[in-house]
């Protein structure tokens, strides 16, 4: 809270102005485009800021306290600045401060307008994000919605933008908001949809929504890779150069990257310019190869900063402290990585954790928590029927956390080290007994599901390729049954 007081406190002044009149479908923009990414806070923002301009002039309004902002929106100063902040990074607002001589700050607001639809499915940024956020279904919908149709003075005093940048407010994207497979339904509705349903021109506003301001790329660096031959300083356009720092950031390329795209012929016109878009698939190509089918997130600054401090708050860290960390913050397709020692993750287990992921909607580290019991207890392999029935039973238990999920793990092992010893106790009793007259009543108990695992394991007929041999069947059928007795699933 004290670093929020250095910045804003309730008492700053401000001034709220708009230099073109306020378009009649906006507020359908603002909630259908925007609201679903930076949330109803900012868009509640937007909105008040605007109730101080009469409607559809243009101008300066009264100055006024954020106090009253306060008041007016019914939300602390600290909630009001993240709402700024996510209006400046998805290029609704421009925020200026001017300190006069008795440090008093006057901040002004310049409220930008939404871009049209257009404009916005135009940026891979934005529609890829929205896409995630909205479903297939709802996305379709609205993107046909809107691609159809075409879419005062400051008396010289001295302004200072402090407007956030996209890169800014948004400091990383996980890799799954990023990804679509191409040749899915997916990768269909987002990207070859864009020939059913062109975009047209811009339409000329001088907005043209993201703004990089913290550059990821440094093109000197990028035209000392290059050489000479290619002529990058006449090629890289500002217009190229804005375009490719939206691109590095989107697909977290480096100065080696771009300067490796640009060396390949494949990315220039006949005339020997830039072709945007040939560059922004080259990247992506690349993107898909490093990332194989990782799992959906946004992440905000804010979050960023304080995932880092509450790491940093921990001095004495014990083993079993980092384990946990570990668990929480690495992501599984790394943890089957750690176990394959870098080789190629085999596409049934892809699929798996996707599902885990996806399907089951399981956080990471409950992921890896149980992608690790399975592991350790079935001699490192993964029976995806046995995988996903204890994802469903977690998923109905509500396992939420890495604690949770280790804490069930537990007790199912105490259940089965019980069971395994009731029956060591009772089987000196049992030898001269008449034998059952179902030689495998225990394993008939067993899912068909499971028991169809386990015979084309048996047979090698998996991706493993191992073929099992009838004493390793019969005790990977104990130890399934044992599990599923413990979690409750059969009797």
Known sequence: MAQLWQHITPGD????????????????RLIQLYQPIIGTDAIGLYHSLHSYLSLHIVGYSEPDYHRSLMALMNMSLDRILEAREQLEGIGLMRVKRHVADDETRTYYYQMMSPLTGSDYFSSDVLTVILFHRLGKVKYKEIRSRYLPAVSHATNGMELTDMTKGFDVVFKSIAPSELIVQPGTESYHILFDQSHEQPSFENSGED?????????????????????????????????????IQEISFFYQ?????????????????KED?????????????????KYNGRPP????????????????ASTSVTEEEKLLQKLETLSPLSLLEEFQEGSKIADVDLQLVDDLINKFELPYGVANVLILYIMKTNNYKLPSNLVQKIAAHWKRHGVKTVNQALELTQQEQRNTQTSSFKEDKTSTATQRKPAPKKKLDKVSKLPSSVQEQLRKEQSGDTHVGTVMSVEELKAKEARALELLRALGEID
């Open 13 to 28: 002044s401000f001034v709220v102005n708009r230099d073109k009149p306020q378009a009649a479908d906006e507020i359908t």
């Open 297 to 312: 997130r946004i992440v905000t600054n804010r979050t960023v900063h304080e995932t880092k401090t509450n790491k940093k």
């Open 207 to 243: 907005h043209k929504g993201l703004v990089m301001t913290e550059k990821s790329i440094d093109f000197d660096e990028v035209i000392g890779r290059m050489g000479r031959v290619f002529q990058p300083e006449k090629k890289l356009t500002p217009e190229i150069r804005q375009a």
């Open 273 to 289: 310019e830039i072709d945007i878009e040939k560059v922004r698939g080259w990247v992506k190509d690349q993107y898909r190869d």
């Open 253 to 269: 390329c480096d100065e080696s990257m771009i300067a490796t795209c640009l060396q390949d012929q494949r990315v220039y016109t």
